[in-house]
């Protein structure tokens, strides 16, 4: 079984978000029980080139005009093997894959996402110096969407989809449609078109075997209107062919091992943790106090991690010794408001605007507590990879993070299944008492360290969902 799985970011090559972290795990955790798998991504001026080795052209081809060249590589200490898509959009671009500096999306983005998409169904077909061939294109959000419909017309390879954030569908005019020289009979309420528009998520929908999101919460939430972005007649219809599988943890995220940490530490023996926890507060300038409990955040600031309910919340608290170190980047006013709350609060609230791949390791060895009041989560990370450095997540009951988190209840704290705080109905009162809530879970030493535990020692190692991964590829590889 030979699968290329085509995305737009890959750890450790180039990374915005979690994206970035599944196209880096999970191939290699689908490798590791035995799926020949491979990835493509376009060659962007800012891959981290100290990562890829044994570079060399596997060719160059016409497409639309345009000269586009794919590059055979693989990735150090990872044995993964990628294709890189090589086209002046891409390679002589520097910054974010998706946006530039004004952080406004690329002008040309349909086009660059468009050329990615048509260059993967090419290799698909042959067209370029390799013999290895796939059975299966596994594609990843509206980056790659127009690959399943390219490739309508041929039963191979299988078409296999996953949504990763359904708020994101690569939405562009009739012109743009007309640009891309997609054939006429794309143009159809059953295909590309969206409301007079054409749409690259709707197409990754339609014309895939099979469509995978990641959570099982999630995909039952996708078919409704208020989460279905519009896409939930089109995700209804499509329900049988409709699965959940939530992400995993990748090998990077083990506080026993994570080479960004001064200290290792592991559920048997936790004293590295209170010291990544004073290193923060000394780095951050928050007051050294290890009393005080700590709760962090990371993540991307857009209205999606309800980080303007957050800033609130931390307004609103009464207690004024609970700790905030927060680290993301993203929409302007989210990063000036943080920045004035720092002002405000300088011994309890830290803000690092920017992305920082180390920091984001050592807050979450640091933190008591990670709180990410999403108010959509297709999976989410950070609440996965706070489980296991004894971080307690506090979170909304929505996608991934309902699937991952359990609440602390007399019941459930009894039983011994209590991971972190759920928060039910998400708004800025609900915030607070999720904090006060925690903060007498913290302030209960016995019961704290029971919860902590009862999280570091869940299992989520990508292993599991890879399995679930092979079993849906080996299905459709029998449908005729
Ligand atoms: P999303 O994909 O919606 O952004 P996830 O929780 O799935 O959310 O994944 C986010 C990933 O990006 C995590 O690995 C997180 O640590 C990382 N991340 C987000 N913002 C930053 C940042 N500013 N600096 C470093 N890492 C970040
Ligand atoms: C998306 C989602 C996030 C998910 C990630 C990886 O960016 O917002 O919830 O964890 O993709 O699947």
Not at 188 to 205: C, H, P, T, V
Not at 378 to 396: A, D, E, F, M
Not at 397 to 420: K, P
């Amino acid at each position: 079984m030979k699968v290329l799985f085509a995305t737009s970011e890959m750890f450790p090559l180039i990374k915005t978000g979690g994206l970035a972290d599944v196209s880096g795990a999970l191939p290699q955790a689908l490798s590791d029980i035995g799926v020949d798998i491979r990835v493509i991504l376009p060659n962007y001026a800012d891959l981290k080139s100290e990562y890829i080795e044994f570079k060399k052209s596997i060719g160059a081809i016409e497409i639309l005009g345009q000269n586009v060249e794919i590059y055979k590589a693989n990735i150090k200490n990872n044995n993964t093997k990628v294709y890189l898509v090589d086209h002046p959009v891409f390679s002589a671009r520097h910054g974010n894959p998706y946006m530039g500096p004004d952080k406004n999306p690329w002008h040309d983005n349909p086009d660059r996402f468009g050329l990615f998409c048509r260059t993967v169904v090419a290799f698909a077909m042959g067209e370029f110096n390799e013999v290895w061939q796939p059975d299966i294109i596994h594609s990843n959000d509206w980056q790659t969407g127009l690959i399943p419909a390219l490739l309508s017309e041929s039963k191979a390879p299988k078409k296999f989809f996953t949504i990763h954030n359904l708020a994101y569908q690569g939405v562009f005019d009739r012109q743009t449609f007309e640009r891309l020289g997609l054939p006429w009979t794309l143009w159809r309420e059953d295909a590309l078109e969206y409301w007079g528009n054409m749409s690259f998520m709707k197409s990754g929908i339609i014309f895939s075997d099979l469509v995978t999101t990641v959570s099982p919460t999630y995909a039952e939430e996708i078919k409704t209107v208020q989460y279905g972005y519009g896409l939930d007649g089109v995700l209804k219809n499509k329900k049988d062919k409709l699965k959940g599988i939530l992400n995993g943890i990748g090998g990077d995220w083990d506080p026993a091992t994570d080479i960004q940490l001064d200290i290792n530490y592991s559920s048997s023996d936790i004293k590295g943790k209170a010291i990544a926890k004073e290193n923060i507060q000394k780095i951050m300038g928050l007051t050294i106090n290890p009393k005080a409990p700590l709760i962090i955040h990371i993540g991307r600031l857009v209205e999606q991690k309800g980080i303007d309910l957050l800033i609130q919340a931390i307004e609103n608290l009464a207690n004024n010794e609970v700790q905030f170190a927060i680290l993301g980047t993203g929409e302007n006013r989210f990063e000036q408001t943080l920045k004035k709350l720092a002002l405000k609060y300088p011994n309890r609230v830290a803000i690092h605007i920017g992305y920082d791949e180390q920091l984001a390791h050592r807050l979450e060895a640091a933190g008591d507590a990670f709180i990410m009041p999403s108010r959509f989560e297709p999976c989410g990370l950070n609440q996965l990879y706070s489980l296991k450095y004894g971080t307690i997540p506090i979170v909304h009951r929505v996608g991934g993070l309902a699937d991952s988190v359990i609440h602390a209840l007399e019941e459930t704290i009894e039983n011994g299944t209590a991971t972190g705080i759920v928060i039910d109905y998400l708004d800025v009162p609900a915030i607070v008492w999720a904090i006060d809530y925690f903060i007498k879970i913290y302030q209960n030493e016995e019961l704290f360290k029971k919860i902590q535990l009862n999280g570091m020692l869940k299992r989520h190692e990508w292993v599991i969902s890879a399995q679930e991964y092979k079993n849906l590829y080996l299905n459709i590889l029998q449908e005729l």
